[in-house]
């Protein structure tokens, strides 16, 4: 059997992406023969995507751990999440697989983050180079038929669909409140760019029409500019008691929240 070899983030940051990985070595660990190299650039979602001399550091570390476990592995197969659509993190990516790709037998990319193909379409003087590093993969893993297509855009040589999944436990008991009809429950980094504003429009709409609810939101501002913004806008349309800003949550905590919406 093909040694695998897993280049990936896990918790933390506790984002969606570190959680799947983390969750899909537990469950290879009985059945694979792998060895997990631990990609570490961000140790928090408000840091992901953002330059930090640190960063270029890890970079290089990562190539050379990840050279001498293919050189170790003759044949293994590279397992790599490719990065979110913006330019340091592709630059970093292309930079780590053009140095590690020809060492390996069999590449398989899972595109956690989704879309980096709409982005070298949008800059397209990086489409050479960025073609050598995702190009052809054996495996390309996306996570739904709505998603970018990125496997079909760098032609790799299977794509499968695999939505993302986890195991829940359904709490003991679930009380269900009929005072508030309209529940709306957001879990994720707290950016313009995911629809935050958009909620608190949906917000002010709802109030003006006279229909109760209540939105409570989980996780980490990506900028303080932003969560400032959101905050006036809150507080200009009288939002404060309808709309509860909880900051991150893990474990029980964030699963009582999904039980309360």
């Known amino acids: 059997m093909r040694k695998l070899i897993i280049v990936g983030q896990t918790p933390p940051p506790y984002n969606g992406q570190a959680k799947m990985i983390l969750q899909m070595i537990d ?25 930090n001399l640190s ?3 890890h970079l290089f570390d990562l190539i050379r751990q990840t050279r001498r476990a293919l050189k170790k592995y003759p044949g293994a197969v590279l397992y790599y999440p490719p990065a979110s659509p913006n330019l340091i993190p592709v630059f970093r990516d292309i930079l780590f697989l053009c140095a590690v790709r020809p060492l390996a037998g069999k590449t398989i990319f899972h595109f956690h983050s989704g879309g980096v193909s709409a982005f070298i379409r949008r800059n397209a003087w990086l489409k050479p180079i960025a073609m ?13 038929h709505s998603c970018p297509r990125d496997g079909q855009f760098f032609s790799a040589r299977q794509v499968h669909i ?3 999944g986890t195991t829940v436990t359904p709490p003991a008991h679930i009380q ?3 005072s508030i009809p309209l529940k709306i429950l957001y879990v994720g980094i707290h950016t313009e760019s995911k629809g ?14 006279g229909v109760p609810f209540e939105i409570r939101t989980a996780g980490l ?19 404060e008691a309808n709309v509860l800003t909880l900051g991150q949550k893990t474990g029980d ?3 009582a929240l999904y039980a309360w919406a």
């Open 253 to 255: 905590d964030l699963w």
């Open 176 to 178: 269900k409140s009929t």
């Open 55 to 57: 960063k270029i550091l």
């Open 196 to 209: 935050l504003f958009d909620l608190l429009e949906t917000a002010r709409e709802l109030k003006q029409r």
């Open 162 to 164: 695999v939505p993302n």
């Open 221 to 239: 501002w990506y900028t303080e500019k932003e969560e400032g913004r959101f905050n006036a806008i809150r507080k200009s349309n009288q939002l």
């Open 132 to 144: 050598k590093a995702y190009g052809q993969a054996d495996i390309a893993i996306e996570l739904g």
């Open 27 to 51: 469950g290879l660990r009985t059945d694979f023969d792998f060895l997990h190299i631990r990609m570490a650039y961000s140790d928090s979602v408000v840091s992901a995507g953002k330059f």
